[in-house]
């Protein structure tokens, strides 16, 4: 999205199928025939479209019935309906729900879920609606559009990113004679500081085996050493890699070498650092909305480059358009009104500890002077590397935790953790293929 193209008229077809106008003509709602229609606004009957999300934690139940609140007002012919429920029910129900066109218009996933939804044929395409909304690849960070991309296809609008980040605890710093001024920002650097830690009793930070936030972490770290978590047609792991046993080798050599204590608990580091009992913690942005640190003295810094070159974890969602059996082309339409609306006016999704994907309005330079602890996030966003597309790859994902779990707390060697976990990957790829036809 360019500066300004809120503020300017697109004369845009919307073509679904046989082909639907984004806004109706003056007279009617959108319909077949793919009118081409002056303007972004939804001008056809009145039509009530169900948004479903999966933010139900934090800022966002609060932030996102105020933005749909404000939409509903400024719009007398859409009123969308704000549905949010868990992510785990969502992917659970929406299958049956599409097929028996009770689903939502439009709802969110995450960059993993949108291929997997549009090969269960959940998904309308969106190319057009991407290209009626003024849309293109130049709108959004490098590499986003491509998460909601399947066969060729658009199935997904970017809606936010939400990168990773090195939280540090001045007071801790302190204590063991470190300036909190200067950040460690390549391997050298940070070792220096692990290591000035330890000699003041210290563990400088602690690694875990969990999602959170230990898998982003080692993704991180294996890009780093220029490795790749699968290979371009996402048909094998790579994670096992020489790059990918670099990276798990200096998580679990952090422990070993007394950097890290062992059997750090799920979110022990995090509170860990709140606690003041360690200085570091790679974590996500959705933690600058953490309250708890409004009790120390803390900054927070782009994680350092700890490999051969730059490169961070992050995740994001995206808009879909659902293919509810019987869907009313007026609701698609007025959905891809909604869409628009809530990039342009995303600004406040900074509260929720989430970046707008929007480049115009997440590079506003009020967004920073509202919210100063996003900027280091904002500058890691060049070098983000986001979510695997392809059907089905959470399972193969949660292996890449396993194999890390199993490093950390002893039970393999980092080789022999990922080795194992790329092979029960492989065959969850295979499985996926002859699923979904890929």
Not at 13 to 29: E, F, M, N, Q, R
Not at 238 to 253: E, K, P, R, Y
Request: net charge negative; with cysteine; hydrophobic share 40%.
């Amino acid at each position: 999205m360019k500066k300004g193209i809120a503020r300017r008229a697109v004369a845009a077809t919307l073509a679904l199928g046989v082909g639907i106008a984004l806004a109706g003509c003056s007279g009617g709602g959108a319909g077949a025939g793919g009118n081409a229609v002056p303007g972004e606004d939804y001008t056809g009957p009145k039509v009530s479209i169900t948004f479903w999300n999966g933010w139900t934690g934090g800022a966002a139940p609060v932030l996102v019935p105020k933005l749909v609140e404000k939409f509903n007002s400024e719009h007398d012919n859409i009123e969308v309906k704000n549905v949010p429920q868990e992510w785990g029910d969502i992917s659970k129900k929406m299958p049956l729900a599409v097929k028996a066109g009770k689903g939502p218009d439009v709802a969110v996933a995450h960059g993993d879920d949108v291929a997997t939804y549009a090969a269960q044929g959940l998904l309308l395409p969106a190319d057009d609606i991407v290209d009626a909304l003024g849309y293109s690849a130049d709108d959004f960070p490098e590499g986003l559009m491509d998460a909601g991309a399947y066969k060729g296809a658009q199935y997904g609008i970017p809606w936010s990113v939400t990168p990773m980040g090195l939280y540090v605890n001045n007071d801790v710093l302190k204590s063991a004679g470190i300036d909190p001024a200067t950040v460690p920002t390549d391997k050298d650097g940070y070792m220096k500081a692990l290591e000035a830690l330890k000699a003041a009793g210290i563990s400088g930070e602690w690694v875990d085996g969990y999602v959170f936030t230990g898998t982003f972490e080692f993704e991180s770290l294996l890009w780093q050493f220029g490795g790749d978590l699968y290979n371009d047609d996402v048909t094998e792991a790579t994670f096992n890699s020489d790059a990918g046993v670099q990276a798990l080798t200096h998580m679990v050599d952090l422990i070993d070498k007394g950097y890290s204590p062992p059997n750090v608990a799920q979110d022990g580091n995090i509170k860990g650092l709140l606690a003041g009992q360690t200085a570091y913690n790679w974590n996500g942005v959705w933690q600058t909305t953490n309250e708890s640190f409004n009790e120390i003295d803390w900054t927070v810094a782009p994680v350092p480059q700890i490999g051969t070159e730059q490169a961070v974890w992050s995740s994001s969602t995206h808009w879909m358009f659902m293919n509810n059996k019987g869907q009313d082309k007026n609701k698609t339409a007025a959905a891809a009104t909604f869409v628009k609306w809530m990039n342009e006016n995303s600004a406040g999704w900074a509260e929720t500890g989430e970046l707008p994907a929007a480049n115009d309005v997440r590079n506003d330079p009020a967004l920073v002077e509202t919210y100063p602890n996003l900027k280091p996030f904002i500058d890691s966003l060049p070098y983000a590397h986001y979510e695997t597309s392809a059907p089905g790859i959470t399972a193969a994902n949660a292996l890449i935790t396993t194999a890390l779990n199993e490093a950390v707390t002893g039970k393999k060697e980092p080789k022999e953790a990922l080795d194992d976990a790329a092979k029960q990957a492989n065959e969850i790829l295979k499985q996926n293929a002859a699923k979904y036809g890929d």
